[in-house]
């Protein structure tokens, strides 16, 4: 079974402008997550999608965004970038049966520099 | 709220030596526990988890973790350390009907041979 993929690996934007970045799950896994990891501010839980509804939201700002499509996959777009928003941004899934574990497989993650 | 303490940044080791990584969380219900290792230029890998049961759970690649609910700990090791663990390590934890993880700042392991 193919892992989480996420699209593109690198990506090199300019201040103001905005990005996409694309998921993958797991076959059948139907939640996705995004979190972004930064030296400074290490892991950080972004969003978290499940049947194309958002579930949860991390403190950011509103220049970030996310959807799910109907099927699973997933993108975050952030708008008006800015230097701090370089940053490995990290989608995960997993299947979501809570009568079982919610384990989560990570993606390798997008490299997202800011100039 | 939420929040998950790994008070080691670094820690170097040598090869075959025991490994003890400690972790640290508060959280006001049962929380669910984890460890994920990320090696450079990696996503995460899920080591172990713990949800309710044996206080001793074992992961992949000859971890094992402990939940100590009176310590609020969940202290990762393993017996005998090798090379290819050198890695950065993450404690997180979790909730029920939720996938968002909260995550300590990560200890970063070096193995000297």
């Known amino acids: 079974k193919a892992g989480v993929t996420q699209t593109p690996r690198y990506l090199i934007k300019t201040r103001g402008q905005q990005v996409t970045l694309s998921c993958s799950p797991i076959?059948?896994?139907?939640?996705v997550s995004w979190y972004q990891q930064t030296p400074g501010q290490g892991l950080q839980f972004l969003f978290e999608?499940?049947?194309?509804?958002?579930?949860n939201k991390g403190n950011f700002p509103g220049r970030f965004s996310g959807r799910q499509f109907s099927n699973s996959r997933s993108e975050m777009n952030v708008s008006t970038l800015e230097l701090g928003d370089s940053a490995l941004y990290l989608c995960?899934?997993?299947?979501?049966?809570?009568?079982?574990?919610?384990?989560?497989?990570f993606g390798p993650g997008t490299r997202l520099t800011v100039l | 709220a939420q929040s998950v303490t790994q008070p080691d940044i670094h820690i170097t080791v040598s090869e075959g030596a025991s490994l003890e990584l400690r972790c640290n969380y508060s959280?006001?219900?049962?929380?669910?526990l984890f460890w994920y290792v990320q090696s450079p230029g990696q996503g995460l890998q899920l080591l172990l988890k713990?949800?309710?049961?044996?206080?001793l759970v074992q992961g992949i690649k000859g971890f094992e973790a402990e939940f100590k609910r009176s310590q609020s700990s969940f202290n990762l090791r393993k017996p005998s350390v090798h090379w290819s663990d050198a890695a950065e390590y993450f404690c997180?934890?979790?909730?029920?009907?939720?996938?968002?993880?909260?995550f300590g700042t990560g200890t970063r392991l070096q193995v000297f041979p």
């Open positions: 076959s059948g896994h139907r939640s």
């Open positions: 959280y006001g219900a049962t929380p669910y």
């Open positions: 995960a899934s997993s299947s979501v049966d809570r009568d079982q574990s919610n384990e989560q497989f």
């Open positions: 999608y499940f049947s194309e509804t958002q579930r």
């Open positions: 997180a934890v979790g909730a029920y009907n939720t996938d968002k993880l909260i």
């Open positions: 713990y949800f309710s049961g044996d206080t």
